[in-house]
């Protein structure tokens, strides 16, 4: 079974993971051998494991929800792929 893991801000405080998962559910039925594992990161911890990541070399989540006051920043860097 492959896993994806999704990084995401907590949006709806202690119900956020399972918001999502309730979410993700149509996602699972449709790929039934991947699962998705969720984190919940403050803006500030979200933050300073991508730099981690970045500056160690080291694999980040496969999927982040980010603030959107980052996203020009991001993109100057080159830190964004197109899921289109």
Known sequence: MQELSLWALPNNGYDTVPTLREHLADFHREHPGIKVSVRVRTPRTLWERLLA??????????????????????????????LG
């Open 53 to 82: 990541s970045a500056k160690e070399g080291t694999s980040g989540p496969d999927v982040v929800q980010v603030p959107t006051h980052w996203t020009s920043t991001l993109a100057r860097h080159g830190a964004q792929a197109d």
